[in-house]
């Protein structure tokens, strides 16, 4: 997914929720309050199911996953994030998702990502979220936030995985653009718009409905369906 935009200097407070929501957004995450959070641990069985259902690359990525998963489950938090930062973007080369799947917005299960081998800043951090939420991350810590960034001299959308370690705490960016776990204030490339968790959506205060968000969760309710079956 691409947004453009121009480059911003980092203001302070910047990954502080902001007020303004665009009806798509808030239609889209305010279904995400409806959804109570997976369970942490990640059933083995399943996921192996959903792996032969899946193809033959995603059998063969199944135990890697289940290794990290058990080995991350037994590390400090900085540890977690960045053994699970590092092997996904390993592990998938960034690739639109009209190459991927033929179509213009595709948000794919961390299981489907490992099959492709390939996805875009959306499938990262997806991954990388639930993998962490399966490894014993608690819910709170974590925040996939929307920005802007700039690549190349060109704004554009973007998505990345964000670790607060205490609230109110500047956090830590997960992401495939950079691959060192940085602190926003090191990430001057990127302006935040909005972040959601499974435990609900920031962007200041005073939000209200704009429509019937069910008639625009087709895409995260797709992703739930998938991520319950493989077993997160």
């Known amino acids: 997914m691409a947004f453009s935009i121009s480059k911003h200097r980092r203001r302070q407070g910047a990954w502080t929720p902001r007020r303004v929501l665009h009806g798509w957004a808030l239609g889209v995450l305010l279904g995400l309050l409806t959804w109570a959070p997976p369970g942490l641990a990640l059933d083995a069985a399943r996921l192996q199911e959903a792996a032969a259902q899946v193809g033959p690359r995603a059998v063969a ?4 996953l289940l290794q990290l998963i058990e080995r991350a489950s037994a590390l400090d938090e900085p540890r977690k994030l960045a053994q699970i930062n590092d092997f996904f ?10 190459e991927v799947w033929g179509r213009v917005d595709y948000w794919a299960s961390p299981l489907e990502s490992l099959a492709k081998g390939r996805g875009d800043c959306e499938d990262y951090a997806i991954a990388k979220y639930f993998s962490l939420v399966a490894a014993g991350m608690p819910v709170a810590k974590l925040r ?3 920005v802007r960034a ?11 995985l964000a670790y607060y370690a ?3 705490a500047e956090p830590l960016i997960l992401d495939n653009l950079v691959p060192e776990l940085r602190p926003a204030s090191r990430r001057a490339d990127l302006q935040p718009v909005f972040s959601f968790n ?4 920031w ?3 005073g939000i ?6 069910l008639q625009r969760l087709s895409l995260w309710r797709d992703l739930l369906a998938k991520v319950r079956a493989e077993g997160f």
């Open 150 to 160: 700039l690549l190349d001299g060109r704004s554009v959308a973007h998505m990345v």
């Open 203 to 205: 962007d200041g205060v």
């Open 61 to 64: 990525e199944t135990p890697a």
């Open 198 to 201: 499974s435990e609900g959506l």
């Open 144 to 146: 996939m936030v929307y």
């Open 89 to 98: 973007n390993r592990r998938i080369a960034f690739a639109e998702d009209s």
């Open 208 to 213: 209200s409905s704009k429509g019937d968000p």
């Open 166 to 168: 205490q609230p109110g």
